[in-house]
Nanobody
Framework: VQLVESGGGLVQPGESLRLSCAAS????????MSWYRQAPGKERELVAS????????NVGDSVKGRISISRDNAKNTMFLQMNSLKFDDTAVYYC?????????WGQGTQVTVSS
């Protein structure tokens, strides 16, 4: 099983980023998927989640209106579109896949918002 995040980087406040999570080794279309983030000195927090079919999404209050989550089951990939980035969005962003007792994590991609 592999979850590989990409698309992170250094951006200025107000800019946008699109993160990707490429999945392999399991039946991607059967899993609920989520993005989490962890800032230095803080606990990991849920950013957004999406159902296995993509028909249902949930976005955290701290990012609502600026972030959207999507997935392409044909390409085994999940996305996180982040707009109007703020300093507080600086964190390592992790991809997560869950189905029943199966719970998989990626290694994370760093997003740094700095002027």
């Amino acid at each position: 099983v592999q979850l590989v995040e990409s698309g992170g980087g250094l951006v200025q406040p107000g800019e946008s980023l699109r993160l990707s999570c490429a999945a392999s080794g399991f039946t991607f279309s059967s899993y609920g998927m989520s993005w989490y983030r962890q800032a230095p000195g803080k606990e990991r927090e849920l950013v957004a989640s999406i159902s296995s079919t993509g028909g249902s999404t949930n976005v955290g209050d701290s990012v609502k209106g600026r972030i959207s989550i999507s997935r392409d089951n044909a390409k085994n990939t999940m996305f996180l579109q982040m707009n109007s980035l703020k300093f507080d969005d600086t964190a390592v962003y992790y991809c997560n896949a869950v189905r029943g007792r199966n719970n998989y994590w990626g290694q994370g991609t760093q997003v740094t918002v700095s002027s």
